[in-house]
């Protein structure tokens, strides 16, 4: 494909879509949604509105690092600081469906369906890509209608649209896309992360606590695990308990679970043999989280384990 031309294409298409009117899109900072945002942007420059909606879910400066990046980038990002919302929504919830399912209705229903009414748009830009469609299709991924999801009956309220500009390519396609869009290394190439964020790093309850104690982890496999070139490495808090000793006293306390994987899709994938001199390491920084004093590197590919643990 000739991906220049499809950047043309797209820009054009964005423009003679959304004519005088204004667009909205949520920025995550993964590689498709901050294509999208890039290439509306050209498109429709300050008729365009990005928010990055804060969950209390993302991981250790995120919010702040990706709003930099953009504005870097001369790309205006309205941080939407949405964190009670989420974990108001979360409160008490320890299945697996159930929390997701909290994260994407607070999400889309609440907290994006009402950015989308006050902006006054009447355009949504949205990341989505073949491989989605084609996951939603085959039953593997939840529905990707985002009128849907925001709970707005694409008959009835006559005026709001989406526009896909990436649902006819891939990964690897985005992110050629990507680097011609001259976008920064730190957005082409980063691993994957799921939409509900640390809540699929957390079993059981989603707390402030318990989210501080996974963030602290993440940043720790990613800061160790960042030049492994593995597809995707995580922490993950489990809500088993453990003894161990700390200044000579007896804690119960928790443990953290350490994964780093080879794939090339996502849908199968093997545990990539970590040096033990690098687990050590990761292990010792995880144990000094307070209140952690375990840490597991699970061996386990996918099947028959998934990738998340939630
Ligand atoms: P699993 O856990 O199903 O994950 O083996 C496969 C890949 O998908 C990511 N993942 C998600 N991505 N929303 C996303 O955008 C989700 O709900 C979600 N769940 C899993 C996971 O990180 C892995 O790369």
Excluded: W
Aim: aromatic content about 6%; proline content about 5%.
């Amino acid at each position: 494909m000739d991906y220049k031309q499809f950047i043309d294409q797209q820009i054009d298409h964005i423009k003679q879509t959304v004519g005088p009117e204004k667009a909205i899109n949520a920025l995550s900072g993964g590689v498709d949604s901050s294509t999208v945002t890039v290439l509306a942007h050209r498109a429709l420059g300050d008729r365009l509105k990005t928010v990055f909606v804060d969950s209390a879910l993302m991981r250790k400066d995120e919010p702040q690092r990706v709003v930099k990046l953009f504005a870097g980038m001369g790309i205006p990002v309205e941080l939407v600081d949405a964190r009670e919302e989420f974990l108001s929504a979360l409160a008490g919830l320890t299945d697996p469906e159930e929390k997701r399912n909290a994260v994407t209705d607070t999400f889309y229903s609440k907290v994006f369906a009402r950015l989308v009414k006050e902006s006054g748009a009447k355009f949504l830009l949205h990341g989505t890509i073949l491989t989605d469609i084609e996951e939603t299709v085959a039953g593997i991924k939840r529905q990707h209608n985002i009128l849907a999801q925001l709970g707005i009956d694409p008959e009835q309220s006559y005026g709001y649209s989406v526009i896909e500009p990436l649902k006819t390519l891939r990964k690897d396609g985005v992110r050629e896309v990507a680097k011609l869009l001259d976008m920064p290394a730190e957005i082409t190439n980063r691993i994957p992360f799921p939409g509900p964020a640390l809540a699929t790093r957390i079993v059981g309850e989603v707390t402030s606590e318990r989210l501080d104690t996974v963030r602290e982890a993440t940043a720790i496999v990613e800061e160790e695990l960042g030049d492994s070139g593995a597809f995707q490495y995580m922490a993950v808090l489990l809500s088993d308990r453990a003894t161990g000793i700390r200044k000579n006293k007896r804690e119960f306390g928790q443990i953290i679970v350490v994964r780093c994987i080879e794939s090339t899709d996502a849908r199968t994938a093997t545990v990539t043999p970590l040096p033990h001199d690098k687990l050590n390491r990761i292990s010792e920084r995880i144990t000094q989280i307070p209140g952690v004093n375990r840490c597991l590197y699970d061996l386990t590919p996918k099947p028959p384990a998934t990738i998340e643990y939630i």
